[in-house]
């Protein structure tokens, strides 16, 4: 069973960056979907950015332009690069992975993925 950790979360102040990782032990598999989600208190749990092993990715359009996700399947790990930062970006970040997926055109929901993270919180000051 794959197990995600994620790391990188801190307090940027607004127009600042982040990278965001997740480290995948026990291997990441072909035909895999990996996406990043965040959630603040009260809210739902919104995705952010997903990849599959061929290499295609989908953003929410609050970040696109500003963010990018990557998958190094070497190291067993998924990236996200979190540029320009706001203040609206502060919430807890998790990756998550899906078996057996490939991206279409809209972000996966949250049942898709069948493994999560514990989460890493990221905090933007104005």
């Known amino acids: 069973q794959v197990q995600l950790v994620e790391s990188g979360g801190g307090s940027v102040q607004s127009g600042g960056s982040l990278r965001l990782s997740c480290a995948a032990s026990g291997g990441i598999s072909s035909s895999v979907c990996m996406g990043w989600f965040r959630q603040t208190p009260g809210k739902e749990r919104e995705g952010v950015a997903a990849?599959?092993?061929?290499?295609?990715?989908i953003y929410a359009d609050s970040v696109k332009g500003r963010f990018t996700i990557s998958l190094d399947n070497a190291k067993n790990t998924l990236w996200l690069q979190m540029n320009s930062l706001k203040p609206e970006d502060t919430a807890m970040y998790y990756c998550?992975?899906?078996?057996?997926?490939?991206?279409?055109?809209?972000?996966?929901?949250?049942?898709?993925?069948?493994?999560w993270g514990q989460g890493t919180q990221v905090t933007v000051s104005s």
């Open positions: 998550a992975a899906a078996r057996y997926c490939r991206l279409g055109i809209f972000l996966p929901a949250e049942y898709v993925y069948s493994v």
């Open positions: 990849i599959d092993s061929d290499g295609s990715t």
